[in-house]
Structures are given as C-alpha cells and as structure tokens.
C-alpha cells in the first residue's frame, strides 16, 4: 500500500528499490500487457481468424500478404493465406496446421496484447501447454458450422480438453468465439445452441460466468473482428462488442513484482555473443541486469548480463513479462527447459515428492498406487508415479470421504503423492499458484489436473 512508501519497513535494506515502486516508475505510463492463448480443435479456424485479425491492424505489411495470397492460389487453397501470417515455415504450410507457438504482438484501446499461437492438433498439446501455461487469458474458437462445433466439442473433440488445460494452467478469464457463422447464415439459433451448450460446460469446468463472453465472427470474411458487423443478418440481432473489444475488457491479472523472483525457463539457446540465454516468464518478483540468480534445481549461480522483452532491450523484468534473459557464469550443461531461475537469498524448494489435490478428468484405467504418469509443471515434463493414494474428496466440497482409497475413479477429486523421477524445483499453491500447479497424462491425453498441496522430502 502507500504506507509502505513514506515509512520503510523494518529490515528492509535503505539502497533496495522497494518492487512496488519500481514497477509503477517503470510501467505506470504505458498500456497493460495481457497474454492470450488462443485455443480450440483442429480446423476451427484459429490461425485464419487470428491471421485476419492481425492484417485488419496492419500488424502484417502488403508485401507479406501479397506472396501468401499468390502463394496459396497456387495451391488452390486460396482461404489459407490468413492462417500463414501464423504459419511461418515451409513445413507447417505443406502439413497445413500450425506446429510450434508463434508470438504476435498486437495493441488494443488500453492494452498490448501477445498472442500465443496455440497448435490445434492433437500431437501437439504438449507445446500447447508450455503456451497456456504463460498466458492471462484464453480465446477459444469453436466452428458453428453444422455438425462441425459437435465433433470437436464431443468426445475425441479438443474443444473440452483445452478448456480444462488452460483452465487448470491458471486461466480463468475466457473470450469464445463462435466462429465460420457465415456458413450458417449468421443464424441466431445455432449462436445460442452453441452458446448454452458451452456455458453448462465451462461452468462445470471451473469458469465463473461473468468470466466469460461470446462472439459471433467469421476469420474468413473478417465479420466483426475490429469493427461492428456489416452483414445485415447478424446486425439484426448482435449489438454487442466485437472482437476486438472483447479483447480489451480482459482484466489483466495482479503482478506479483514484491514477491521473490521465479523466472520459468521455456526454452535454452546460445546467445550471439558470449552467455547462455533463456526465454521464459517472470512468474513473480522482478530482476535486474547485474542481479546474482540461483538456477533451480540444479543451485547453479549465474549473474543476469542482458534482458530483452519483446525484441527490445530492458533494464529490468518484472512479474507478468516473458522475455529473454542472457546470463553469464554458467554452461548449456546446467541449463534445461523446467528450470526455474529464482532469488539467490529466497530460492523456491527442490523435491521429488510431493503431494497434491488432484480432479481426474478421463482415465481408461482407474488410478491405482504405483500408476505412472507424464507429469507437466510449467514447461517441464518428466516421468513420474503416483505413489500413495492419500484420500477420496468430495468433488464439489473437497471433504473427506474415505481415507487411503484404493483406487481414485474418472470424474474424481482425490489427494495423491506423486513421486517423480528426479528432483525438481517447485512450489505449494498457497505460496506460489503460478507454480503450484500441475498436470498429469497418460499416453498423450491429460487424464488429471492438480494443485500441489504439501511438498514433501525437500532436498
Ligand atoms: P485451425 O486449425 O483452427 O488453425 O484452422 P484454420 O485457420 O487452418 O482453418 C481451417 C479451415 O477452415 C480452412 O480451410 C479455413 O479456410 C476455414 N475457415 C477458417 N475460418 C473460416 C470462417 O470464418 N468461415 C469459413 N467458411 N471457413 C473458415
């Protein structure tokens, strides 16, 4: 609070800059910047959507758009041309889906918006997750064309399982857009047929109601997307926000910029110069260029030489940023995708065990003691057993119903200790949820997602 400015607190070393103040110095004057992944099941029309929606804000020059519309009518898939904006490489367009996270940067009223290109099939959830594990908010993009919004949104569909991803990533804030309307003739009854089918669902998959919002577009023909709809037969019953506007309501979720730095560690390259670099997320605290960093779990040192968030050059990150951290003192030996860099003087626990609540979404085989899994905690995934069934909950009010179950069921919520591989760095919900969460699959498909409760056999 505004105490804490006028009166240090006690212990606080007098040549600290206090995060709080920092952070309003650097970042009081300029927009919010929100993350947003965009998901939702193959072909719904994400990368034509979101491709159209950056041309419509000059975010791709003419040149660019002129070789993809040449480009695709040569392949007589001239509808493609939006999605390649998202699709950069040669391979992805040949395949026609979109393979890796693209990041896009795009500005609405009051905010700068980076958009995480989400793939939509199937074999790739995995970097999906890494994608809506950084994100603020969601875009889920359903098809409304007939019979196609019931093949993703039923089983075997991706519609539900992304939504319960993101969900369990930390997500609560959700944009749907109900998209391809012009295949049905912009019809108000499939919009609200669609509508209420995903409500009852997101609900149940942990959304609050006024998180969420709906709307009508085509990616293909740009129908309101920027501006409000021209087309007479949606303007006769929608009068409320385009997309972009939709965008522009998100609230962007607190920074944690006073809490001590986790830094999660996405991806590991050689810089140009000398160093190691890392791209990841600010989880919480802040770090500056010069700063001493303890890389976990490794408790390597290293000494932050460079940052850069979105291709310029910073002094500082904070909590909420992604960005590119060059560090020197350390070897691509040390460093892996999962690490977590963190405050030397705070750094977060280091264990192979640990507790958690879990819900069990779809599992073919009942959990049972010793039951491997994929476990996924930020980017990282590593092999891992559940290793004690610790209780059966209540799924609704998480109460106790039966101690040391002998099989926890699909549909359930339980308290499980998973023990993984090797060590890894982590935290508890209730000190860290940005690092606190966890995700567990089983032969590609995520069968449970949890919090982690109590850490156990901290190394
Ligand atoms: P993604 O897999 O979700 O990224 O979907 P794409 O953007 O690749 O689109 C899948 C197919 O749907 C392509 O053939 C697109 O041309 C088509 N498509 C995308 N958006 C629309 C739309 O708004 N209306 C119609 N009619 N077709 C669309």
């Known amino acids: 609070g505004n105490e804490s400015e006028t009166e240090p607190r006690a212990g ?9 103040a920092q952070y309003k110095t650097e970042r ?25 929606l950056l041309c419509e804000l000059g975010q791709v020059n003419k040149k660019t758009m002129h070789k993809y519309a040449q480009e695709s009518r040569k392949l007589g898939k001239q509808s493609f041309m939006y999605a390649w904006v998202l699709d950069e490489t040669g391979e992805e367009r040949d395949r026609g889906i979109t393979m890796d996270i693209g ?3 795009f500005q609405t009223k009051t905010k700068e918006v980076t958009l995480l290109d989400a793939p939509g099939h199937k074999d790739f959830i995995p970097n999906m997750i890494s994608g809506a594990a950084q994100a603020d908010v969601g875009l889920l993009v359903v098809d409304a064309t007939r019979g196609e919004f019931e093949t993703g949104f039923d089983l075997g569909g991706q519609t539900r399982e992304h939504a319960l991803l993101v969900r369990s990533l930390g997500v609560n804030q959700l944009a749907v857009v109900i998209n391809k309307l012009d295949t049905v003739s912009w019809s108000k009854t499939r919009f609200d047929e669609i509508v209420q089918k995903l409500k009852i669902f997101l609900k149940q998959a942990g959304f609050k109601d006024n ?9 293909l023909t740009g129908q309101n997307l920027v501006a409000p709809p021209t087309e007479n037969e949606l303007l006769e019953w929608y009068k409320g926000p385009c997309l972009l506007e939709v965008i522009d309501k998100f609230r962007t979720p607190p920074r944690p910029v006073a809490k001590p730095l986790r830094f999660s560690v996405n991806d590991v390259f050689k810089g140009t110069g ?19 960093i303890l890389i976990c ?5 290293a000494t932050v030489k460079s940052i850069i968030v979105d291709e310029s050059s910073k002094n500082v990150v904070f909590a909420g940023d992604q960005a590119t951290i060059t560090l020197a003192g350390i070897d691509i030996q040390s460093l892996s995708v999962g690490n977590i860099l963190c405050d030397p003087q705070n750094p977060i626990p280091v264990s192979s065990k640990f ?8 599992t073919k085989v009942p959990i049972t003691k010793g039951y491997p899994v994929v476990l996924h905690h930020q980017s990282l995934v590593e092999p891992a057993v559940v290793s004690k069934l610790v209780s059966q909950l209540n799924k609704n009010t998480g109460e106790v119903v039966k101690r040391h179950p002998r099989v926890v069921l699909k549909n359930s919520s339980a308290i499980v200790e998973i023990s993984v591989s090797k060590p890894i760095a982590l935290e508890e919900y209730s000190s860290c949820k940005e690092l606190g969460r966890i995700m567990l699959r089983v032969a590609g498909v995520t069968i449970a997602a949890g919090l982690i409760t109590k850490i156990l056999a901290v190394n």
Request: aromatic share 6%; hydrophobic share 30%.
């Open 274 to 292: 000398s160093g190691m670099c890392v791209d990841g997320r600010v989880e919480t605290g802040l770090a500056n260029v010069g700063d001493k």
């Open 297 to 301: 779990p490794s408790k390597e040192r």
């Open 103 to 105: 990041r896009y940067l």
């Open 12 to 20: 606080r070393r007098e040549t600290k800059v206090d995060p709080e």
């Open 211 to 219: 998180d969420v919002s709906f709307v009508p577009c085509s990616g």
């Open 28 to 52: 009081g004057n300029g927009k919010e910047h929100l993350y947003m992944v965009v998901i939702g099941h193959v072909d719904a029309g994400k990368s034509t959507l979101m491709g159209r």
């Open 355 to 362: 507790e958690a609540r879990i819900v069990v979404f779809n």
